[in-house]
């Protein structure tokens, strides 16, 4: 069930993350950064109720969170310049 939960959140946050990229808004930005937080939280969770290999999960959480991040961080760039050219 947990890993269910997980695999969804992550899902919804690569979804969010690229509604961000490709329009910014301000409301799905904080959506993106809640849904990367919710998964990194559960997959901290996984990883320490499932003692799954540490090393696979955090490369893979690495990764993700940098994908992540960066859709993120370059939708908020846009929204910013969108802003100032108002």
Known sequence: ??????IAIAL??????ARVWSSPSSKA???SYSY???TLA?????VVSAGS???YACVM??????FSLYGALAGSRKL???SAER
């Open 42 to 46: 559960s997959g901290t969770l996984l």
């Open 80 to 82: 910013a310049l969108e």
């Open 61 to 66: 959480g690495l990764l993700f969170t940098a």
């Open 12 to 17: 919804l946050s690569l979804v969010l993350t």
């Open 1 to 6: 069930m947990m890993l269910t939960l997980h």
């Open 36 to 38: 990367i937080a919710g």
């Open 29 to 31: 930005l904080r959506l």
């Open 53 to 55: 290999h540490i090393v």
